[in-house]
């Protein structure tokens, strides 16, 4: 897609006391009207606002007193330092257990006492014969005054002043429910006669019952939105919490913090990385599955990378710091998953534009269900006025609306995360589950990126080994690519190099040296008849590889034509299984190279790639994305290369492999950690189960509100004679923001589609 202009940084708020989307409406609206404000987004799963400034603006105080003016307390998230969401979920768990404690062991006398004596009449009886009914209500009055005003303050303290300020949200509805059967039970225990004949009914344990209720809904949303962040606070815990650097040439415990770029870093089997570096002595093999998925160790030797929080499984190693703090990968992987989850998809916007008019609306939908009841309702017509009045104040859940999509999105891309892809975008989620067509770059992404020797086609008279032993000799003096990629092939194959001498070349065609007492041309047929080789014996060879894609070397060894050697970038591993999976999943897939047509149609045939856009200039990336999104097709284009920045802009999805270029990861949308093209398949699949995720949230929490509220407002007793109580609406109301979050969590369940060749 064509991004936007850069901006200035964004600021990262955490917000405390938000509860439901409209809380999310009122925080974006407040901080939308400091005048600095460009953008603003928070979000209800990670209590997090990410706001943009006008450029060189620093206006953090008045975002924070904006957000304290509508009633609730910002913070700012400094860079470098991360919100570990779900260590703030455990802090509220636990104050919200101890208040559900109170609150339980004060409601049930209270609801025993009032239902018991319905339920069961003998024990009635035996009641108002031994304690007075006034007692009972004084008794009643007393422990659901506690609760409310204890535990079920926090309700009353946000809720109440939003209606005065003429903006009421989630809180605000209990709040009236709640209260609105307070006070009337109160109205009946102490100043009945107010009330006309046949009303004096309390419903303290409708009150109690429904601070209990929501209280306990609230603990389990807060305990499963602590679960929904585990996946960067398992990021941050792989950090580890000190090395041992050398110092003076001896190993010093030194904290994280002090470790500097430079540090020499030892490190001892079992032992975690502590930052990003070069091996600089020793050799290991080290689990990266925290960054990148794969659980098999990788082996690494000198000059190999090391990653801060991997695993070294065995070796001792020394590596010298390249990246530390805020700059190493982790830190970067914990920074993306972290804006990625605070985004907004595009599928929200309705969400937003319906929770903004939602309570509203509610309260309204109470007020006509009180008068109607009132003026229509049988006798006690007051009584069932309150009750069914108060059943859809408590009902109703923007609980649920809200969390729907923000949740989906923290658990599915904490979990993408887990799987060594990241979303550098929340959007991206949505944008990559409508992409009809993939389009890979070849050079790094597909294929290796580096030439490798694939073939040797010994000419008659000649052993391979000994064409290779003296061919790899010769070219060990060269600095060309294929030269290197037949040196490695050689050392691959164990074969002993002697020394060369007389060494010269000849730019663009070949080379030339004594081995061994031999004289040896590696180079173009023309190159070898330039110095008397007629190399016709070889051209069949040369050309059937050639027809592969494979570029051919030829060797003469003593005036004779020895052997054609072939030199190709290899493909890796597991494309040709991402490919194939990719069309099980209804996509076409492109090739887009700057390489000639032969080599790149050969790697379409192998891969079974559909269509290849070949021969394209770095500069005509973008424009050949353009042309794949002729039909109106929407494009993601994968690369790895600094060419492919422009191409990964233009798509509709860009795809960066981590092993690429900065540039080429600045300008995507999503990063696949390593060079694994099999990602992209994981990428996909995420994508698809996040947004079904999430349209089956929207789903529940739009179809419950649709149902239950004319339910509890009463439209089924004059044909059933059905009514719901206020107790009900509570538990249903509390269960339905716990179901969102808990079928969000399904997510992290979810393991990439088994690839096979």
């Given amino acids: 897609m064509n991004h936007p202009a850069a901006k200035s940084a964004p600021v990262s708020l955490s917000i405390e006391g938000m509860t439901c989307a409209s809380c999310v409406a009122r ?32 206006g953090v105080p008045a975002l924070v007193a904006a957000v304290k003016g509508v009633g609730y307390k910002a913070s700012p998230i ?19 257990t101890r208040d559900v404690i109170i609150a339980t062991v004060l409601t049930v006398p209270v609801f025993a006492l009032e239902m018991g004596t319905h339920l069961f009449p003998p024990f009635h009886e035996w009641l108002m014969g031994f304690v007075p009914h006034q007692a009972m209500l004084l008794f009643s009055f007393v422990l659901t005054s506690i609760v409310l005003f204890g535990p079920g303050l926090r309700f009353y303290r946000i809720g109440i002043p939003a209606l005065f300020k003429g903006a009421p ?34 419903y303290y344990e409708a009150a109690a019952v429904i601070v209990t209720l929501i209280l306990v809904g609230r603990l389990l949303e807060a305990r499963a939105k602590g679960r929904a962040g585990a996946a960067i606070e398992r990021l941050a815990g792989q950090q580890a919490k000190s ?53 098999i160790p990788v082996a690494k030797a000198i000059g190999d990378a090391v990653v801060g929080g991997t695993i ?70 007051l009584t069932f006025a309150l009750v069914n009045a108060v059943a859809v104040l408590i009902i109703a859940c923007p609980c649920a609306m809200g969390l729907a999509t923000p949740t989906s999105i923290m658990v599915g891309t904490g979990r993408a995360a887990e799987l060594g892809v990241l979303f550098r975008r929340g959007e991206a989620l949505q944008q990559l589950r409508e992409v009809d067509v993939v389009a890979f770059d070849k050079t790094g992404t597909v294929t290796e990126g580096k030439p490798k020797l694939t073939d040797i086609v010994a000419a008659d008279g000649f052993a391979e080994n000994e064409v290779l032993a003296l061919v790899a000799a010769a070219e060990a003096a060269s600095e060309h690519p294929l030269a290197d990629a037949i040196v490695a092939g050689a050392q691959d194959r164990g074969v002993a190099l002697a020394k ?62 020895a052997a054609v050697f072939a030199v190709a970038d290899t493909l890796k591993a597991t494309s040709q299984a991402a490919i194939a999976a990719l069309h099980r ?22 891969l079974g790639i559909d269509e290849v856009l070949a021969e394209v200039l770095p500069a005509d990336k973008a424009e050949a994305v353009k042309r794949l999104r002729a039909g109106g ?97 509570a538990g249903a109301m509390a269960l339905s923001s716990v179901f969102v979050v808990f079928n969000a969590l399904r997510l992290r369940t979810i393991k990439p589609e088994e690839l096979h060749a």
């Fill in 27 to 58: 925080v974006e609206k407040a901080l939308l009207k400091v005048p600095s404000v460009t953008q603003a987004s928070v979000n209800l799963a990670t209590n997090r606002a990410t706001v943009t400034l006008a450029d060189n603006d620093n």
């Fill in 78 to 96: 400094e860079a470098g330092q991360h919100q570990h969401g779900h260590m703030h979920h455990d802090e509220d768990a636990q104050v919200l």
């Fill in 169 to 202: 949200e989630m809180n605000s509805l209990v709040a009236l429910g709640s209260l609105a059967a307070y006070f009337y039970s109160v109205v009946v225990t102490f100043a009945p006669q107010v009330l006309p004949h046949g009303t004096h009914y309390v």
């Fill in 243 to 295: 090395a041992r650097v050398l110092r003076d040439g001896k190993p010093v415990e030194t904290p994280l913090d002090a470790i500097a770029v430079g540090d020499v870093i030892v490190v001892r089997p079992g032992e975690k990385v502590a930052v990003d570096g070069e091996i600089v002595e020793g050799a290991s093999h080290i689990d990266e599955s925290m960054i990148s998925g794969e659980p």
């Fill in 312 to 381: 070294n499984k065995e070796g001792a190693f020394t590596f010298q710091a390249t990246k530390v703090g805020a700059d190493t990968m982790l830190a970067q992987i914990i920074r993306l998953v972290e804006e990625a989850q605070g985004g907004k998809l595009p599928i929200q916007t309705l969400v937003d534009k319906v929770t903004g008019w939602f309570v509203p609306v509610v309260i309204a939908v109470a007020v006509a269900t009180f008068l109607a009841w009132l003026v229509f309702g049988p006798s006690p017509a």
């Fill in 500 to 561: 060369a001498t007389g060494f010269a070349a000849t730019p663009g065609q070949g080379i030339a040296a004594e081995v061994s007492g031999h004289r040896v041309f590696v180079g173009s047929a023309r190159f070898l008849a330039q110095n008397g080789v007629d190399a016709a014996s070889l051209a069949a060879a040369s050309d059937d590889l050639s027809l592969t894609g494979k570029s051919p070397v030829l060797a003469a060894i003593d005036g004779r034509p």
């Fill in 585 to 606: 999943q209804g996509l076409k897939v492109a090739l887009v190279t700057g390489d000639n047509r032969r080599a790149a149609e050969a790697v379409a045939r192998e």
């Fill in 633 to 729: 097709r929407t494009v993601a284009f994968v690369g790895d290369g600094i060419n492919d920045a422009p191409a990964l802009a233009e798509a509709d999805v860009g795809i960066a492999m981590g092993t690429g270029t900065d540039a080429a990861i600045d300008s995507a949308d999503v990063i696949l950690v390593g060079g694994d093209p099999a990602k992209v398949v994981t990428a996909l699949t995420l994508s698809r189960a996040t947004l079904t995720n999430i349209r089956e949230n929207l789903v529940w929490a739009f179809g419950y509100n649709v149902l239950l509220i004319p339910v509890a407002a009463g439209v089924l007793f004059p044909v059933a004679g059905i009514t719901l109580s206020p107790m009900l609406a």
